[in-house]
Nanobody, 128 residues
Framework: EVQLQASGGGLVQAGGSVRLTCVGSGFTFDDAAIGWFRQAPGKEREGVSCISRTERSTYYADSVKGRFTISSDNAKNTMYLQMNSLKPEDTAVYYC?????????????????????WGEGTLVTVSS
């Protein structure tokens, strides 16, 4: 059974930092594009960041470039999103996601209907 389990959300003040963790099981990160979507209240789900070992690429939405860093430890099937200099507009439910044998274009193009595996969301709330 494939599972993605996200953790690390919480309440943080603007300017603060949070690290999200996503642990996968039942498939290997080596062949997948893995990353994070987020959905704020009343807004569409958007791709935030992605990493692909097969493409040797990473993706960041313009709104988070320079503040968020994605990384993965494929030996542990674990992915991280380090979120620094957080802003109130970063408040959202964050979902880890994976596209098997896929591309980070699923994240950059917000093709969330094409995502193969989803983790349960973790809420990040940034207070001003």
């Amino acid at each position: 059974e494939v599972q993605l389990q996200a953790s690390g959300g919480g309440l943080v003040q603007a300017g603060g930092s949070v690290r999200l963790t996503c642990v996968g099981s039942g498939f290997t990160f080596d062949d997948a594009a893995i990353g994070w979507f987020r959905q704020a209240p009343g807004k569409e789900r958007e791709g935030v960041s992605c990493i692909s070992r097969t493409e040797r690429s990473t993706y960041y939405a313009d709104s988070v470039k320079g503040r968020f860093t994605i990384s993965s430890d494929n030996a542990k099937n674990t992915m991280y999103l380090q979120m620094n200099s957080l802003k109130p507009e970063d408040t959202a439910v964050y979902y880890c996601a994976a596209v098997g044998f896929g591309s980070c274009t699923y994240f950059s193009g917000n093709y969330y209907n094409g995502v193969d595996y989803w983790g349960e969301g973790t809420l990040v709330t940034v207070s001003s």
